[in-house]
């Protein structure tokens, strides 16, 4: 029998939402990827596990904070629930990769050790040794940060001293 006519099944028997895998685990919760057989398309269920009174209402508290929110941004959400597992809401599911992959990709190579003899391209200049690069980036860095935040610079950094 193939995925969807098991799904059809499932459906037929009553069942809302048919479990597609894990997407994600935490210290007090699981999200699932799930067909939901009355909408007729996968989405995520957030399912707290085990806890008590105070988090059950954190958790209803975070499904109307975010039920309440409208941005592209951001993941919309479906529908807060309860059953024989547990409290649950629904929400639509973001193909991506997690937040861990995307700071540190794997597919990059490592980074480079540098010492004061490397040559480095400034701002599309000759390159120059990395000893004499360093206080022009570090100075134009400082006045970039200052005016950033609305001040002045108060100083040059000398290097090397």
């Known amino acids: 029998m193939t995925e969807r006519a098991e799904e059809s099944e499932r459906a037929k028997a009553g069942e809302r939402y048919i479990v597609r895998g894990e997407l994600g685990r935490g210290g007090m919760g699981v999200v699932e990827r799930v067909f939901d057989t009355e909408r007729g398309e996968e989405i995520a269920r957030k399912r707290v596990l085990n806890v008590g009174a105070e988090a059950r209402l ?32 629904t929400m639509e599911v973001v193909r991506g990769v997690g937040l861990l992959e995307h700071c540190r990709p794997t597919d990059v190579s490592p980074p480079r050790v540098l010492d004061a003899t490397t040559a480095v391209e400034l701002d599309g200049q000759s390159p120059s040794p990395l000893a004499e690069t360093l206080p022009t980036a570090a100075t134009a860095a400082t006045a970039a940060t200052a005016e950033s935040v609305g001040g002045t610079r108060r100083g040059v950094l000398a290097w090397p001293p």
Do not use: P
Not at 58 to 83: M, S
């Open 58 to 89: 954190r958790f209803k508290r975070e499904f109307r904070v975010i039920e309440g929110l409208r941005h592209e941004n951001l993941v919309a959400v479906h529908e807060l629930g309860d059953d024989a597992e547990g409290l649950f809401f």
